[in-house]
């Protein structure tokens, strides 16, 4: 069973970075890609950037720019926030993905102060 954490969520100020990281357990998988998301209480869950097997990488217009995204390895990712925003803040997922299974995160909240 493939278990997915995230951590390195957190207060931060305006105009600062934050470093977030995911790691698969439980699995072999390659995964097909490492996706993130984000949600704010009473809207849908947003998407925000992904990483493929192979590296390539896309971003959402609304992070383009200031979020980076890198697989450090089969099992984890990172995604490098700079210049956040207060409307940054949010609960962040990881969702790693295997062919039609995906396998998300708990979340970990992040909180942007003006």
């Known amino acids: 069973q493939v278990h997915v954490a995230e951590s390195g969520g957190g207060l931060v100020q305006a105009g600062g970075s934050l470093r977030l990281s995911c790691v698969a357990s439980?699995?072999?998988?390659?995964?097909?890609?490492m996706d993130w998301y984000r949600q704010v209480p009473g809207k849908e869950r947003e998407m925000l950037a992904f990483i493929t097997r192979s590296g390539v990488t896309h971003y959402m217009a609304s992070v383009k720019g200031r979020f980076t995204v890198s697989r450090e390895n089969a099992k984890t990712v990172h995604l490098q926030m700079n210049s956040l925003k207060p409307e940054d803040t949010a609960v962040y997922y990881c969702?790693?993905?295997?062919?039609?299974?995906?396998?998300w995160g708990q979340g970990t909240q992040v909180t942007v102060s003006s």
């Open positions: 439980g699995s072999n998988v390659n995964f097909d890609s």
């Open positions: 969702k790693m993905v295997d062919g039609p299974f995906d396998y």
